[in-house]
């Protein structure tokens, strides 16, 4: 195993542990950091990627801002620690029809995954042979502004649509 | 696994090595000297003597600090979260020190023949340096905002939430204030930032992004108090309002890494201001390779200007550090960033 292998299994062990963290315990503070880490694993996949922006970009964008949001609303909502009666059989999760659709979907959602990667040609576990040649900043932002200008700006009235109605509900009505 | 060997006892390998302990204990002593400074410093602006028992003009007053930290009994508040409460200045430290490493602080070197080939003087040389420093600087906030969090203490809470809250709203101007600069130099590797700055206009007019763009290097300037959290930006441990912070509950070598990382990160925004701004190793009188010297030199005058500030400025009102970095720097930064753009596109630059 060279060693490209082992840091890209290093990386992506990080990413995967810290995702399932996310999900595997109870205090919404250690599931926001197991996040970050889970962050930190993908942007060092991106660096073996040879793509060192986007590597740096997913650290300042996801795990510097958006994250760091996050933590403030966990913090100042401050949103208990999910205690052992939540888990209970009263939990709407838990009532027999959400439970029996939600089988039903990760049933599917599994299926379709093993089908969609095994028809995907050339699979190999591992970093890829085929490196981009030109991964530069110039390189991408000149891509970006002409081969993919429509959905880049599309992208980005998409945002703005998102935060105008997010600003839109959370609104106070007025009587 | 004779390669692995190879590569390792290299003469670069070694001479990286070499260069990340140098960079390591440097900016440990720096933040040694920095704290002296400031009480040398404040005592001079305050008319007193400052420290003077320990050595000669109080000179091994770190020392003594240091020791006094290490033999301090470690305390902990019975609530606290217990991992995240010991995580956090941790987090703080690992941060401070990773952001130096893109920042190159000397000319390339051969380091007097024994390297096959010329070396920058740096840690790592990066291509996107630029945008690590800016990444890694952003790290460092959460372990102010944990540290506030895992006290489990209302003055630390306050605290570490300001301070996410300054930090974010400073984030943006100083991220404009760079974007400006790497337009201009075309780069976003700091050696390279540094390699467009030499040369003079007229023979005499060193060609620094300060005389290019000045306002861009006040908005840094100023983003970079704030990001540091220091006076009069001070707000994360504003001690008449919260005790002391975010750190209100730390004792012994937690707080002794606290203490340290808000040094480092000063020097370390110091110095990226002068490889950005100041033309980095470049300047009249001194050889290029001995460039370093010309470094120390603009570091220590930029980060005097940090202990001037502090013992000059009062400190701001919450509300009007929002008001000045939402409603004055960050518009002004956005302009600065349009009018350099079409100067960069007009002249060509």
Same mark, same amino acid.
């Given at each position: ?10 990386? %992506? ?58 933590? /403030? ?29 939600? %089988? #039903? ?39 970006? /502004? ?30 | ?29 720096? %933040?040694? #000297? ?26 091994? &007053? ?73 990444? #890694? ?59 467009? &700055? ?102 220590? #005058? ?48």
């Amino acid at each position: 195993m060279g060693s490209d292998q082992l840091l890209f299994f290093g990386f %992506a062990g990080v990413s995967v542990l810290g995702s399932l963290f996310v999900i595997g315990q109870r205090n919404p503070i250690y599931s926001v950091l197991a996040l970050i880490v889970s962050f930190f694993g993908l942007s060092g996949l991106y660096v073996l990627l040879e793509a060192p922006f986007v590597a740096v970009v997913q650290i300042i964008i996801y795990a510097g801002a958006i994250m760091v949001l996050f933590l /403030f609303v966990v913090m100042l909502l401050n949103v208990p620690r999910e205690g052992e009666s939540e888990w209970d059989k009263a939990h709407p999760n838990f009532r027999p029809w959400p439970m029996r659709i939600g %089988a #039903v979907l990760s049933v599917l959602m599994v299926t379709e995954l093993v089908w969609a990667l095994s028809r995907t040609p050339g699979m190999t576990i591992g970093v890829a042979d085929e490196r981009p040649g030109n991964s530069s900043v110039a390189e991408l932002g000149r891509v970006l /502004f002409t081969d993919y200008m429509f959905a880049f700006e599309v992208t980005s009235i998409l945002i703005l649509i998102a935060m105008v109605g997010a600003v839109t509900l959370a609104k106070k009505r007025e009587h | 696994m004779g390669s692995l060997l190879d590569y390792l006892t290299a003469p670069t390998t070694i001479f990286y090595l070499a260069v990340t302990m140098t960079v390591f204990l440097a900016l440990q002593i720096s %933040a040694a #000297v920095m704290v002296y400074a400031e009480r040398k410093v404040a005592a001079f602006m305050q008319q007193r003597y400052g420290p003077y028992l320990v050595g000669p003009k109080g000179l091994l &007053q770190p020392i003594a600090d240091i020791v006094k930290l290490v033999f301090k009994e470690e305390l902990k508040p019975k609530a606290a979260d217990t991992l995240l409460f010991a995580a956090a200045p941790v987090i703080s430290a690992v941060a401070a020190f990773t952001a130096f490493a893109p920042v190159p602080f000397g000319a390339s070197t051969t380091f007097f023949g024994l390297l096959p080939e010329p070396v920058p003087l740096m840690v790592a040389d990066v291509n996107v340096g630029v945008l690590v420093i800016f990444a #890694v600087t952003s790290m460092g906030v959460y372990g102010i905002v944990l540290a506030g969090w895992a006290s489990n203490s209302k003055y630390s809470l306050l605290g570490g939430l300001r301070s996410s809250a300054q930090m974010i709203s400073y984030e943006l101007a100083y991220g404009m204030a760079l974007a400006t600069i790497v337009m201009l130099a075309g780069s976003l590797s700091l050696r390279e930032i540094v390699d467009t &700055q030499s040369g003079y206009w007229f023979g005499f007019i060193p060609k620094w992004y300060v005389f290019i763009n000045p306002i861009s290097f006040m908005i840094f300037a100023t983003a970079g108090v704030a990001e540091t959290n220091r006076a009069p930006f001070d707000f994360p441990e504003a001690e008449q309002e919260l005790v002391a912070g975010y750190h209100t509950e730390y004792s012994s070598m937690r707080f002794a890494l606290f203490f340290l990382a808000e040094y480092i990160n000063m020097v370390t925004v110091a110095a990226v201001s002068v490889n950005l701004f100041l033309g980095g190793w470049h300047g009249p009188f001194i050889p290029e390779a001995y460039g370093w010297i010309w470094f120390l030199i603009k570091l220590s #005058v930029l980060c005097f200007g940090y202990l001037w500030l502090r013992w000059t400025l009062p400190r701001f009102r919450y509300d009007q550090l929002m008001a000045f970095g939402w409603k004055l720097l960050l518009p002004l930064a956005t302009i600065n960033l349009l009018v350099s753009a079409a100067g960069v596109l007009y002249f060509g630059l």
